[in-house]
C-alpha cells in the first residue's frame, strides 16, 4: 500500500547549518506531496506543496522537488535559524482514497544559537 | 478568514465514558477529514466528508468510533464506551474540494486523555 518514509529524528543543528531532511514513498496513481511543520504548542500548518513529478515547493527559506524517479520529496533550507524549531511530516495524498493524506512518522528538528 | 475551528481543546474523561468532539470547518470548503495522531501510531486517517456524506470510513478503529457531518459545516466525532487506547489528539482538517491538488487545512487538534 501507500507509504512514507521520513529519517527518524531529532535532527540537531547549529544555526545556519545547511539542512536536509530526508523523505521517500511507495504510492499508486500520482499522488501530490506536501511537507507540513508543527511548531511547539501549535497545530499542523502546510509548509509546502508539489503537485506533479519535478516540480518544486518552495516556502520561508525551505525547497522540496517531487523526485518521480527515485520516488522522493527531501526538504532543504540553506540557513536554519532557532525558529525553524519543530516537527516536520512529509505527506501524500491518495488519489484511489478521496485523497486522504498518508504521514511520514515526523522528524523533530532542534536548532541550537 | 477563519481557520478551522475544534472543541474541546482538551478532554479528560473516564476510561467507559461517552465523548463528542466538535470540528467547524473554513467555511465554504466541502470536504472534511478526521485523523489521529498518538504516540504509537503516529498520524493515522479516520474518516473522510463530502458534504453531508461520509463515503470513506474505513480509518474507524472500532464500531465504538462515529461522526457524522450536518448542513455541510460542523461535523462531530463521537467515541462510546473510551478505552485508554483512545488516549491521543484528533485533528480535523478541510478542504475546498477533494482534488489532487488542494491543500488540507488543520485545526488545533482535541487532545483527549481516557484515564
Known amino acids: 500500500g501507500d507509504s512514507v518514509t521520513q529519517m527518524e529524528g531529532p535532527v540537531t543543528l547549529s544555526e545556519e547549518a545547511f539542512l536536509t531532511i530526508n523523505c521517500t514513498y511507495t504510492?499508486?496513481?500520482?499522488?501530490?506531496l506536501f511537507w507540513y511543520v508543527q511548531y511547539p504548542g501549535e497545530g499542523l500548518q502546510l509548509l509546502l506543496k508539489?503537485?506533479?513529478a519535478d516540480d518544486k515547493g518552495s516556502n520561508k527559506g525551505f525547497e522540496a522537488t517531487y523526485r518521480k524517479e527515485t520516488t522522493s520529496f527531501h526538504l532543504e533550507k540553506g540557513s536554519v535559524q532557532v525558529s525553524d524549531s519543530a516537527v516536520y511530516f512529509c505527506?501524500?495524498?491518495?488519489?484511489?482514497?478521496?485523497?486522504?493524506?498518508?504521514w511520514g512518522a515526523g522528524t523533530k528538528l532542534i536548532i541550537k544559537p | 478568514g477563519a481557520g478551522v475551528s475544534q472543541s474541546p481543546s482538551n478532554k479528560v474523561t473516564e476510561k467507559g465514558k461517552d465523548v463528542e468532539l466538535r470540528c467547524d470547518p473554513i467555511?465554504?470548503?466541502?470536504?472534511l477529514y478526521w485523523y489521529r495522531q498518538s504516540l504509537g501510531q503516529g498520524l493515522e486517517f479516520l474518516i473522510y466528508?463530502?458534504?453531508?456524506?461520509?463515503?470513506?470510513k474505513s480509518g474507524l478503529p472500532s464500531d465504538r468510533f462515529s461522526a457524522e457531518r450536518t448542513g455541510g459545516s460542523v461535523s462531530t466525532l463521537t467515541i462510546q464506551r473510551t478505552q485508554q487506547e483512545d488516549s491521543a489528539v484528533y485533528l480535523c482538517?478541510?478542504?475546498?474540494?477533494?482534488?489532487?491538488?488542494?491543500?488540507?487545512?488543520f485545526g488545533p487538534g482535541t487532545r483527549l486523555t481516557v484515564l
Open positions: 482538517a478541510s478542504s475546498l474540494e477533494t482534488s489532487r491538488t488542494d491543500t488540507q487545512y
Open positions: 467555511s465554504g470548503h466541502t470536504a
Open positions: 466528508f463530502q458534504g453531508n456524506s461520509a463515503p470513506d
Open positions: 504510492a499508486t496513481g500520482y499522488p501530490s
Open positions: 508539489a503537485t506533479k
Open positions: 505527506a501524500l495524498n491518495r488519489p484511489d482514497s478521496n485523497y486522504q493524506l498518508i
